[in-house]
């Protein structure tokens, strides 16, 4: 289990997973989020990525094939009225709607990964959340929750047509701009007759740990839910359930890959030894950045255009 010295208020720990291309993505991080300047650890920081990129050149010839044909698990018959509660849930309907779909206990130190950092306060945290050795139910809500706290959000008017939403948390992100009856409209005291509504949506995600699976190759990516795998791998869990959606072709890896794997989906389905979770709790991989705490903002703004048109 990782326990680092906890860094000075308003900075935060980033896990970095090293010798992932791009170098010059990491080398930017450091250059925009550390603490310390990072033209001064470059060498440093050139060097240890390096290295980490030659080990992984070992681990291609020690560890080839590792990730290939994963074997998923049923889900324990506790977990199963929670699944079928999920299923029937709006959030999994709109999300996991494109691709056959499954809920299934997955192994979490051989899953392809594509993210390259983790927040190490956030996983310490889930860490404490779900204490060691769950039940088979708590395990289910803390990987696919259908009710999450959710972090804070402060909402601003700057002006008549133009909002901010501020969260600590990434997750938060634009939903969608969507048309609503005015009988849907709960407690607004309007001024005159209501033709229609306009609702610009902001919010989080249904935020379920989710893995895509290549057809060929048996290998699970994960999409989603870095933060709680790291933890459970912290917590010695060494399977969790897990949504998978199955592609057997490019075009539908674009449907639902991150746009990183969907341009080079060899690297991660094909190459001898992709990147995997557990990479992420081996010394010879990991580094941790002291970095500057930084929030989610999403900036909304609308225009509104008012002409006479010939029947």
């Known amino acids: 289990m990782l326990r680092e010295p906890q860094p000075a208020l308003g900075l935060e720990q980033e896990l970095w997973l090293l ?6 993505k990491f080398l930017d991080f450091a250059d925009d989020m550390c603490a310390e300047p990072a033209a001064l650890q470059r060498p440093a920081l050139v060097a240890e990525w390096s290295a980490a990129a030659r080990y992984y050149g070992e681990l291609a010839s020690r560890e080839a094939g590792c ?3 994963l074997v998923c698990g049923v889900l324990d018959p506790a977990m199963l009225p929670l699944a079928d509660e999920l299923i ?14 499954r809920i ?3 192994e979490l130190a051989k899953l392809v990964v594509c993210q390259n950092h983790v927040n190490a306060a956030f996983v310490a945290a889930l860490m404490a959340e779900l204490g060691p050795r769950p039940d088979p139910c708590a395990l289910f809500r803390f990987c696919l929750p259908l009710a999450h706290a959710r972090a804070p959000v402060q909402i601003r008017a700057l002006g008549g047509k133009r909002f901010v939403f501020r969260s600590d948390s990434t997750d938060l992100r634009f939903h969608e701009a969507l048309l609503l009856r005015p009988e849907q409209l709960d ?6 007759s209501v033709a229609g509504v306009v609702g610009l949506v902001v919010g989080y995600s249904s935020n379920c740990m989710n893995a895509v699976c290549d057809d060929d190759s048996g290998r699970l990516l994960l999409h989603n839910g ?3 795998a790291c933890a459970l791998l912290q917590l010695g869990v060494t399977h969790a359930p897990c949504i998978v959606q199955t592609v057997d072709s490019r075009d539908e890896l674009d449907l639902v890959a991150k746009p990183l794997v969907a341009a080079d989906p060899g690297y991660f389905f094909n190459a001898p030894r992709p990147p995997l979770l557990k990479d992420f709790a081996d010394p010879r991989l990991r580094k941790l950045l002291t970095i500057k705490k930084v929030a989610r903002m999403i900036e909304v703004n609308f225009e509104v255009r008012d002409y006479f048109v010939e029947h």
């Open 19 to 24: 010798g992932q291309a791009p170098l010059r």
């Open 67 to 69: 990730a290939d044909h």
């Open 88 to 101: 029937d849930s709006s959030a999994y309907v709109r999300t996991f709607d494109s691709l056959p779909t």
């Open 104 to 106: 299934a206990m997955v």
């Open 187 to 192: 407690g607004y005291a309007s001024f005159g």
């Open 226 to 228: 870095y933060h709680r």
